[in-house]
């Protein structure tokens, strides 16, 4: 019977803090932010570096080539449309039965 208790105060619990109708951020806005976020950090943090040899200089060089902004991958997976690999069979002819 405590079992029965404890799931319906933590369900009420849930519903109270997460009530139907409530506006959600838009998590592909909320990531875009953070990753731009982290990556201004990453660069402020490579440039605040002393160089004095050949090998920092080209660390430096090969990060910041890494943090520059990649292109967009175009439409997610489900979103194109799906090509069978193999051809369908030419329908069958009416005198064939």
């Known amino acids: 019977m405590f079992v029965v208790v404890r799931s319906v105060f933590w369900l009420t619990v849930a ?9 959600l951020p838009d998590a592909s806005a909320l ?3 953070a990753l731009a976020a982290g990556t201004k950090v ?14 920092c200089v080209g660390g430096k060089a090969v ?3 890494a943090l520059q902004a990649s292109p967009s ?6 979103e194109t449309p799906a090509i ?9 002819p009416d005198w064939a039965g």
């Open 15 to 23: 519903y109270m803090v997460i009530k139907p109708g409530v506006d």
């Open 31 to 33: 990531s875009a932010q």
């Open 42 to 55: 990453v660069a402020e943090q490579v440039v605040n570096i002393e160089c004095d040899s050949f090998q």
């Open 63 to 65: 990060i910041a080539a």
């Open 73 to 78: 991958a175009g439409f997610p997976m489900h």
């Open 84 to 92: 069978s690999p193999v051809p369908f069979p030419r329908p069958r």
